[in-house]
């Protein structure tokens, strides 16, 4: 049912008032369910977020040393499973998102361990995989990888004791 506002006899102000107050409901419904988030977020200000995704980010080099392990058995399971690009970007961040924070501490005990060890995963890892060689090889490239790396560990545990 539509009720012209012009049949209707009514003063200018009641008119102003059945238009505005649509309007009014319809700003006060959105806002309404909008006003509990942003109380909550001006109330939770002592919170800090961060302080849980930094707390599992790696510090020390041995801490790095750990992650990469990680990332390079991952890098052999997506080997496994075939998912070649998976693989690759998992051998890629063992060696630039970690490997990178454990060259300087290492070559500054061990500079031919710490280059070969770059080569084996930033070029001959990553070479292999895009190569699809067998995995038996893949498997002997990441075995001679975790043998510098526990060469690594033991060098740097002995330089911060």
Request: charged share 20%.
């Amino acid at each position: 049912m539509f009720i012209s506002m012009s049949s209707m006899n009514l003063s200018k102000n009641s008119k102003t008032n059945l238009l505005i107050s649509p309007l009014l409901l319809i700003v006060m419904t959105s806002i309404i369910p909008v006003l509990p988030n942003v109380y909550a977020q001006a109330t939770n200000t002592t919170t800090n977020t961060t302080d849980s995704v930094e707390a599992d980010e790696p510090e020390t080099p041995l801490e790095f040393i750990s992650v990469i392990r990680s990332l390079l058995n991952q890098t052999l399971v997506e080997y496994t499973n075939e998912n070649y690009t998976g693989a690759e970007e998992l051998a890629t961040t063992a060696y630039l998102d970690n490997y990178e924070y454990v060259e300087a501490p290492l070559a500054e005990i061990d500079r031919p361990l710490m280059e070969t060890t770059e080569i084996q995963m930033r070029e001959e890892l990553r070479k292999m995989i895009l190569d699809r060689v067998p995995i038996e090889e893949l498997q002997a490239q990441i075995d001679e990888i975790n043998v510098n790396l526990d060469k690594s560990v033991e060098l740097l545990s002995n330089s911060t004791s």
